[in-house]
């Protein structure tokens, strides 16, 4: 798929450097790992390869190309996730159930969406669906990296996605402690004209009473020093659904920890290694993130506080690129929230209940995909994304 | 327990009206009805005469009557609801299956702990945890009733609480329809110095935009129009988590209603009786006020937008003593919230996640235990509750 | 409902002296006990009262007595167990959440039932529905004791059935260990022509190699080497369903032992009580009758063999009235049997799958309603009967 | 793997000839096929693979071969299946998540397997353990052609396993319908002294009353009278258990038929084919199988008469090579059996509960691996071997 064409688009240029980029993804997987989903939250990769082309196919191919021929229609069946409005679709819980089309089949599959879509890409220099498209694969990727890692950890011979893959950025040192951001009405959210999903829209304005925001991560030396203190044997730290998952399932540590022989290890993309104490924790739910603020003093942000101190204070250290934030904001609408019209309406606005908003970004999302008003959301204990824990204090 | 004393404390009355009160939910009932819990969320009714006296006797008279003899040293374990740091406690699903002590018996427990309370009242004139409670026993009075209605309408043979009372207050007129706010700093949250619950504090400022918020509820009739425009069939207009349960259970209206030989007939204290259309609607999950709300073309209020509107328009019809109306506000820490120090402490905050905001007060909630900066919470789906719908709109 | 008529009929004596015999099981219950159903397996006492007057309205009244009047209409979709060709009937799940009709208007309905049965008894001196019906009442009495007996123990507090009712008949002194069989063609089943139920019939003629039988049943102290020995932490000496459970409900003993402070106890009619080493152990399951009898290098009886020593050895010790006793034999039809045509039909053939034959009678089983052709059946994992053990070997 | 060694030993051909019958079985798979678990009964292809190995591992090279040294050592963990006095082993739940080790990997661990083996098998001519791995393979031959028709089911699109393949021997023309059998006492089970599993030992008498028996199997078109009869619809039809799956899951029909467009169509090894009204009846549970027969007017066939008849009617159609054909008789032990000492004890006598005997073998049994006195098992409610129905009568 290489090109060297100098008149090519710049959507274009973004369109094949997208679409490569999710492959390279997969450079290091055997046959096998593409299969298997290790829990509902999961899919497997060869799912996550289909469904990003189905996206173009669906929502731009079929709207823009008359007459247009899908490679095969049973795949519409197969790929949609959960677009209610554009038809039936396969049921989320057996994705992982399905060997054919085969992995060689699904590479075919994107290679005949990209054909469709380079002839169409001729023609147009801007469109939002394709922009959004590209916006879609790229938070596939960060899933795609996320959910591998958990298909291959379920693996008791616990085998390494890719050994010279980092699990964070190295270079920001931690220069101080806390940075103080005065009371005020701010405004927050898009208005910038470009692209941005749906839900950071519309800008609006929240008041704000003054409050301290960390200016690094809480790291694994000092998330060992919340466990060593009984912080997942004390209940008066943690919230009661979280308490009731600590006891249920005696839980100990942070998902992919593990105390071998006296030593904690973790997995990571290179497999079981030693913990290592300068890294972000990361691996946290809701709970245990609210849990360790408790422990210590002090709160999360709510997601206001993060995108005021983000805007201005832009050097806050690790805002981007090491680990998802919690903050205590639900995921609602912001004021005067429309989504757009028809299936694609879905993608944002119906998750808006029983999550939590993510701020930042995480060393698996990719390049370009990080932005201040960007809302990430999980439910309270999921774990398997690196989300980790910025402090906020009154 | 009728007392003529002139010289009574003002704390004394209100233990004794309060108590009284409580017990008089019970008139209706026989020895049989007060065993059952019919799903996870209902307690028992005796459960609940025995669990408000435990509070009384584990946070007053063990804490203030030196030597205190409890009646039953195994109550404790019995009647503790999910207070951790007070002891190890009966799991809340077998509440329904403990047949003794027998109603009598918890009578006797009522009176024995009133007799050492109103010992102890003639000594002190306010206290904190006496006051909180009388709160917690008024909060329990509205789950009493709630419950027992579940409770009955579970049997096959639906027979009535009590005829003589109405589910909702006839009086007020719907005057007309919306209610402009202006845009603002607001302040909202407790600054009374009376006596409020923990998650109500402390006061703070809050930036709205302009709003207009509904000038009464949603009303059986409107809500009639919803299902009949295929609210229920329509997925466009749910929260994924919502539609999912539509589907799953095929519901088609709120709890409690039945279409029988084409007729909508709502269980209510008086039994199945024809659907009233100017009743507020009432039953419905957060879920579906969402939902009805997206179909008018409007939104729920956020509990800021709610509260603010209630100081500023207090004649604004059926704020409270029909519907709790649920908003569009997660149930998180106000800033600057602190719980108090012990078991007590776990009273609110530990609650604060997955859980919407509800405001107002219900035709269940006793007199006297409203107000405008009450938090009521409940998660997406619950709607045993009295729990209606008031609209906002951009 | 004392009688003294010298010309009363035997059907009405025994009629009347049976549904006497299960209201005295109740005499020591408290209103609140009746309401109860602390498992699936488990119903509540006052729906065993009425189920067994249902079954005489049903299967006698409504054939026999031309335009019979029910007491209520709606109590035969209550009281309706599993006779799906006797119409709709309510879930048995929820049979422990209906407090209506009360524990006293059941009475009066057996009081109903009872009237219009004495006036069709005068009528008639023999029937197969009647006499069949008072076998199931037999067989609702001993359900009735091992339910509540179940429900008490729910109970943390762990009230008394009944202090006087002993758990085992203390006369029969055991003689000798073993007794031998002869190998041969014999007979089984009943062709005694007297009431027995279907699924004894017809008699039929089975081989049986030579075996040894146990001449007593395993004891308390017998069980407990077992228990001492690694009983419950030795795979091997366990089928891989039974073991499943034993490590997944970590259990170490059978229903309704205890070990508090390093000794045993087990709840009895008369609450928790020492264990008694002499009594024959109860309330064990097929997988740990089977893993016992293997431990012990012996095995269970087949049914053939069961009945064939109890006719050919009647004094045999402990055959009826103290345990019942798992064979190996699966609950399956004699040859050539045939089931009474209509709902009564489902009586017990619909069954005969996935559970066990038990033989004998219990402690818990009336007076009268023990033979020698008796077919109990109960799952693998069924513990709450009074079920023990019988040895036989090669 | 050919191998002309004109001194090569029987042990060592039948080595040979039955672990190339195992790859064969995959030569129409694709490499994802091998990955997946459709659900809990079903294992992926290539744990079969290697499972097989790891018995031939375990129970002869460890234990025949001094110093023996696995291929690698976490395999003993990853494909032990249930045998406890092993070792510890992954959970079967999980199977279907290993990715790792792949396919190639896989068959590296059996031609390692192999070498060692053939190695081994020069120095003897006979062994238990070797000979009992040999059919232990053929019977996960077995499972493994009917799980990964059921893998193929799962996908949406259908694939086909081999369209080469059919479903049944089409040999043999139904000549009769029933045949008689005289009551008296045989001779059941195994006494040739050749290698059969521990659970068909030891020959033992019983007693049969006369009998018919079908002279061959119930095919689909018999089989949909049942349906268009209204069979799935009439409860006095079904065990109990069995109606509630049918009203549980709306069964209609067999597992693998769909009604498309009006048309009867069923999943076969060449994909999705109309009804072939010809074939006997597959896929049926002992639900379905005791249902039809009852529908019928007969019964199913106890296994001693199953046994009975084929060795006395040998040449009774379809005995062998179509249908297992479900018995009334539960699988526990034949009087006097006593497994080996050991894991390997573990075979087949732990699963003697709550399964029900098939006699005979089926189309995807593999050559030379039926027996008159087989005794396959099943639990009441498997439909994804080939089950099907031979009738017996009074």
């Known amino acids: 798929m290489a090109v060297a064409n100098l008149s090519i688009s710049s959507l274009t240029q973004r369109y094949l450097s997208v679409r490569a980029y999710t492959e390279k993804l ?3 997987l055997e046959t096998e790992d593409f299969v298997v989903s290790s829990m509902p939250d999961v899919s497997p990769t060869k799912w996550h390869l ?3 082309s189905w996206f173009f196919e669906t ?3 079929r709207q823009r190309v008359p007459g247009y021929e899908p490679l095969n229609p049973r795949y519409a069946f197969l790929f949609n996730s959960y677009y209610v409005q554009a038809g039936e679709r396969h049921c989320r ?5 399905v060997t054919r089309p085969t992995v060689e089949q699904v590479f075919e599959y994107r290679r005949y969406v990209d054909e469709q879509m380079l002839k169409l890409l001729e023609t147009i220099d801007d469109d939002y669906a394709i922009t959004l498209g590209l916006n879609h694969e790229q938070q596939h990727q960060e899933l795609l990296v996320t959910d591998i ?4 950890w379920t693996n008791p011979l616990r085998p390494a996605y890719d050994p010279r893959r980092a699990e964070y950025s190295s270079a920001t040192p931690l220069m101080r402690e806390w940075v103080d951001v005065p009371e005020g009405v701010y405004r927050i959210g898009d208005d910038t004209g470009g692209f941005v999903f749906d839900n950071e829209r519309p800008a609006h304005r929240v008041f704000v009473e003054p409050f301290r925001i ?3 991560l809480v790291t694994n030396r000092d998330y060992l020093k919340f466990i060593e203190d009984g912080g997942y044997r004390r209940p008066e730290l943690w919230l009661a659904a979280g308490w009731a998952i600590v006891q249920g399932e005696s839980r100990r540590a942070p998902l992919y920890w593990e105390k071998n022989e006296g030593e904690w290890q973790e997995f990571t993309f290179a497999g079981m290694t030693p913990l290592d104490p300068d890294s972000p924790v990361s691996h946290v739910s809701y709970y245990e993130a609210d849990a360790y603020a408790r422990w210590a003093g002090h709160r999360l942000p709510t997601e206001a506080e993060w995108e005021i101190a983000a805007r201005t204070l832009p050097d806050l250290p690790r805002l981007f690129g090491d680990r998802w934030q919690w ?3 639900a995921y609602v609408a912001y004021p005067g929230y429309t989504p757009p019209a028809g299936a694609i309406g879905e993608y944002n606005g119906k998750w808006m209940s029983d999550q939590w908003v993510l701020r930042g970004s995480s060393i698996a999302t990719p390049p370009g995909h990080s932005r201040v008003t960007y809302r990430n959301f999980f439910p309270s204990d999921a774990r398997w994304q690196f989300t980790g824990i910025r402090l906020a204090s009154k």
Do not use: D, I, M, W
């Open 50 to 52: 289909a469904h990003t």
């Open 59 to 61: 929502f731009v191919l």
């Open 149 to 152: 890692k958990h298909v291959l």
């Open 26 to 28: 997969c450079e290091t």
């Open 93 to 97: 819980a057996q994705r992982g159930l």
């Open 327 to 329: 903050t205590q904001s």
């Open 214 to 216: 960390g200016a690094g």
